[in-house]
């Protein structure tokens, strides 16, 4: 595999079904070599996160266990959320591999179908260390899959030398061809870049 990866380049995948939300990665890729990996010795389908799921309430805790959380908010508005299997790169030119998972969240108010998120986590903080949003999970913009895959060109030592490329979708629109937008990280942020194929 690591023959593989050397000939082609670092490629990992994850695709996510389009019911249900289901997902596990497709190729999974080494730690670095002679270096292990702290990101993937953590248990992310039962762990507690803090993290901002919607603009302007600060950071949330969430215990997840088997991947899923869940609270009765009373008269019949139950709060969910549920995360993806996480696929891990070195996304800021660190050495360090970080874990990127999908988050789907509903906010438990009757009819909202929530929204989905992508967060980068390492491996010494519960809050992420960055995120791309993504949409409705029943309207425009949502995640189908996410892909990371190496930076084309010179690339300057101690910058990323992978990017985040998202696959969105419209399901308002379900013969709608899906798109994708790219994603580096700058020191700060998750910036959407030209090219993605």
Not at 148 to 157: F, T
Request: with cysteine; hydrophobic share 40%.
């Amino acid at each position: 595999m690591q023959n593989s990866a050397h000939r082609h380049g670092w490629l990992l995948s994850l695709m996510l079904a389009a019911c249900g939300h289901s997902a596990a990665p497709r190729n999974a890729a080494s730690p670095p070599a002679g270096r292990p990996s702290a990101v993937r010795a953590i248990d992310w389908a039962t762990h507690a996160y803090s993290v901002t799921l919607m603009e302007g309430e600060g950071e949330l805790p969430f215990a997840v266990v088997n991947r899923a959380y869940q609270a009765d908010l009373g008269n019949g508005n139950v709060e969910r959320l549920k995360i993806s299997a996480p696929i891990f790169a070195d996304l800021t030119g660190d050495g360090e591999e970080e874990a990127i998972m999908r988050f789907d969240y509903q906010p438990g108010d009757r009819g909202d179908a929530g929204f989905d998120t992508l967060f980068v986590f390492t491996a010494d903080k519960p809050s992420p260390l960055g995120r791309v949003e993504g949409g409705k999970l029943d309207g425009h913009g949502s995640i189908a899959a996410f892909v990371v895959e190496p930076i084309v060109g010179p690339v300057a030592a101690g910058q990323p030398r992978n990017r985040l490329v998202v696959t969105r979708r419209n399901i308002d629109e379900p013969t709608a061809a899906p798109w994708l937008d790219a994603y580096v990280w700058d020191g700060r942020f998750f910036a959407q870049v030209a090219g993605a194929r």
